[in-house]
């Protein structure tokens, strides 16, 4: 009986792993910490600006495609947190993250680049990214920090607001940066939203009023 009761037991916990990693498949993300720094004073959150360094894989046979060491002058790449800057499954992956923290991150294939693929990542494909954190401060793009960068309350945001903004933030954090640093943030994320080109970002443009946070 004890035999009989082991082998059910057995049965019953494959079947349950099975059934995890089909889910795990279609819509989970799967994060590894590869490393932890002794101190965290701040994690990152839906709206943060984060500066990160990435690498990303194909998970089935490991070959690399794409490496941001090698993307603009080699630059970590500047992005807001959870506003689909980067695919879903980063936005998702990324979330409580500390600076100088490492993580592998899989992503299946619906949270990627889906049933088309992109470029060198081939249709319906998990793939695998290593990141590193550089920094995380919070960005203009939630609610609570849009009132405070929209000093003169006209909800719109001129590029001399956003970096006052940011270097109050970095300040702050007693990190203070030259001036070619924050405009290159600045320029970065005009780029991205300024979508009519008019040299202000309006609060529709960041779409805050139509969600409680970005």
Not at 99 to 115: D, N, Q, S
Not at 159 to 169: G, N, S, V
């Amino acid at each position: 009986m004890s035999k009989l009761v082991s082998y059910y037991t057995l049965c019953v916990f494959v079947c349950s792993q099975l059934r995890y990693a089909s889910v795990w498949a279609d819509d989970e993300v799967r994060i590894e910490v590869v490393y932890q720094p002794d101190t965290c004073e701040k994690k990152s959150k839906r709206g943060d600006l984060m500066n990160v360094h990435y690498d990303g894989f194909l998970a089935k046979d490991g070959s690399q495609f794409y490496c941001s060491r090698h993307d603009k002058a080699g630059h970590p790449q500047w992005f807001v947190l959870g506003v689909g800057q980067v695919i879903k499954g980063l936005d998702m992956g990324m979330v409580d993250m500390c600076v100088g923290e490492k993580r592998k991150i899989t992503v299946p294939p619906a949270l990627a680049f889906g049933e088309k693929g992109k470029g060198p990542v081939p249709p319906n494909a998990t793939v695998v990214f290593e990141v590193e954190v550089y920094s995380v401060s919070r960005g203009p793009r939630s609610v609570e920090a849009f009132g405070e960068v929209d000093v003169n309350q006209d909800r719109s945001l001129t590029k001399e607001e956003i970096k006052a903004h940011l270097k109050t933030e970095y300040e702050k954090e007693g990190k203070p940066r030259d001036d070619p640093f924050y405009e290159k943030i600045v320029d970065d994320i005009f780029r991205k939203t300024d979508t009519d080109k008019d040299g202000i970002i309006s609060a529709k443009e960041y779409n805050i009023y139509q969600h409680d946070e970005l």
